[in-house]
């Protein structure tokens, strides 16, 4: 990844863990990594371990930020998902997934928020 689009995925993380805090998730880990894909952002909520998903755009010329998590990501994001959750012994959990949109475009940049996005067992 470039500089320029790492800075811009840097700075949609930063405000996306801000959004959620205030909307009472406590961030748990930032860009996970494992063989089989990364996940931007691991939270918790009274409900469940979420797995969020942050779509960074300048201008939504190239689509909404929330078009681009297609079947092909949602299954690596599953995969991700499922490794984080082995390795961490959170079976008994309820899973989420959600994705945060943030188009920078506008000031202050806007933060669209996609709760339950997808499911665990779709696809």
Known sequence: MGDGRKSLGKAGEDLAER?????????VERNYRCPLGEIDLIAVNKQAVVFVEVKTRRVDTSGAPLESVN???QRRLKRAALH???KHRLHDRDVQFDVVGISLGSNPPSVRHVRHAFDFSEG
């Open 71 to 73: 079947a092909i990501k």
């Open 84 to 86: 984080y959750l082995n």
């Open 19 to 27: 959004y959620l805090k205030r909307q009472g998730y406590a961030v």
